[in-house]
């Protein structure tokens, strides 16, 4: 029986340069990192991990939901870190890989349930692209899992795993938060991100 995808949120980094949490950032009433649990929840994925730091890890664990919230020891070494972290747990868990992981950094908030849906539709590892520009949140598959697992934790995941470009719903996608002129970006454009999120969930 094959096993539903896998989520895994990315809310390890330091925010030096945003001057706070990203994870804990609220947009439309609720956390970043609370946000993208509810969206991989909603696109099926189980189990959903959460990756983040040991200073963030109670404040992550109260928006976290059921998600489960794994701490790497050494986030500043890089994100391939993290998802390796999310990547033991996951097959400790299960025994065996699902045919998708859904990786989303809570830092690139600009997604909805459409712009993921296309890739999980196909095989292979796949990034959300519109408009000519790629974002996230990206699907690997099976041999990806196995590749990252063997290289450092501080490669670069687009130098370890070949994304295909899939065409998807994504007006967003650009959206990276991690400077304040770049939260203030979002906060002045808060209501419409949040229109466009409630338009895809039928509200």
Not at 82 to 102: D, F, I, M, T
Not at 135 to 161: I, Y
């Amino acid at each position: 029986m094959a096993l539903p995808p896998a989520g895994v949120v990315l809310a390890a980094g330091a925010s030096n340069r945003l001057g706070q949490p990203k994870a804990l950032v609220r947009v439309g009433g609720a956390t970043l990192v609370a946000r993208a649990v509810d969206q991989l929840t909603a696109l099926g994925c189980s189990p959903v991990y959460v990756v983040t730091r040991s200073a963030l890890m109670v404040d992550v664990l109260l928006e976290a939901g059921r998600a489960t919230v794994l701490v790497n020891s050494d986030p500043d070494a890089g994100r391939t870190g993290s998802l390796q972290l999310a990547l033991k747990a996951l097959y400790a868990e299960r025994g065996r890989w699902p045919s998708h992981v859904v990786m989303a950094p809570v830092d690139r908030p600009g997604w909805r349930l459409d712009t993921v849906e296309p890739l999980l539709a196909r095989s292979g590892c796949s990034a959300p692209a519109f408009g000519g520009r790629r974002g996230h949140p990206v699907t690997l598959d099976g041999e990806a899992m196995s590749t990252v697992l063997g290289v450092s934790p501080s490669a670069s995941l687009r130098d370890a795993v070949s994304f295909e470009a899939v065409a998807a719903h994504g007006p967003w996608l650009g959206l990276n938060i991690d400077t304040p002129e770049a939260l203030s970006h979002l906060l002045e454009n808060e209501a419409a991100l949040t229109a466009y999120w409630a338009e895809g969930e039928g509200i």
